[in-house]
């Protein structure tokens, strides 16, 4: 059985940072593509950050770009968004996703998600 936990969602002040980060396991981790999604209560979940099999490719939605950095550690089967100058504009309930094809998508699986707040 495949599993995606995220962990490091907070409530934090405009300005800081956050990792959050996502283990996998029940699935050979260097094989996929993962990915780091976002989701606002009444909106579209949207693609914030992927990454390639290896961590060499990387994407990102333009409103993070220069603030978030996706990496991966293929050891630990472990994807990681570092988030710098949180904007309130940020929160919402981060997930991870792992992708047998591409960076950005088709995503098989899906973690539960992790709750990042950032106040004003």
């Known amino acids: 059985q495949v599993q995606l936990v995220e962990s490091g969602g907070a409530l934090v002040q405009a300005g800081d940072s956050l990792r959050l980060s996502c283990t996998s396991s029940g699935l050979i981790f260097r094989n996929y593509a993962m990915g780091w999604f976002r989701r606002v209560p009444g909106k579209e979940q949207i693609l914030v950050a992927g990454?390639?099999?290896?961590?060499?490719?990387?994407y990102y939605a333009d409103f993070v770009k220069g603030r978030f950095t996706i990496s991966r550690d293929n050891t630990k089967n472990t994807v990681y968004l570092q988030m710098n100058s949180l904007q309130p504009e940020d929160t919402a309930v981060y997930y991870c996703a792992a992708s047998r094809r591409a960076a950005t998508g088709p995503f098989q699986y899906w973690g539960q998600g992790t709750q990042v707040t950032v106040s004003s």
């Open positions: 990454v390639n099999l290896t961590g060499r490719y990387t």
